[in-house]
C-alpha cells in the first residue's frame, strides 16, 4: 500500500518548508511512514532529501535529512545513485551525528566520500 501522491507532495512540501521546525518534524513523519511508501516514493524523497541536505543551513535540521536518509537506506530499496550528491558534503565541516550517518551510508556502499 502506498502513501498516495497527495500525500507524498504534501510531505515533499513540507520538507522543503522556510520554517526549520517543519522541515525537522517532516523528517520524523518520513520516518514514521516509510514502510508504507511505493518504491518510487521513497526514491522520490531520498533524493529530495539529498538535494535539501546539500543546501542545508541549519545544522540540527541536516542532521535531520541525513538521518532519515540513513533510517531509509535500512529498507533494502535505495542505490547508489538515490544518494548521488552527498559526496559533495564537506563531511569534517558537518557535526559529530551527521558525519556519523554518512559514515554508515559510506560502509554500505551508497555514498563514496
Known sequence: ??????????????LTSSDNNTRMDSCGVAEDQMRF???REVQTIARVLVH????????ECRECQ?????????????????????EGLEVTKLDASSQEYIQSLTELGLVEI
Open 1 to 14: 500500500m502506498a502513501v498516495g501522491e497527495r500525500n507524498t507532495v504534501s510531505l515533499i512540501r513540507d
Open 66 to 86: 541525513l538521518h532519515t536518509l540513513a533510517e531509509f537506506s535500512d529498507l533494502g530499496v535505495l542505490d547508489k545513485d538515490d544518494f548521488k550528491g552527498l
Open 52 to 59: 535539501l541536505a546539500l543546501a542545508e543551513d541549519d545544522p
Open 37 to 39: 511508501f511505493s518504491l
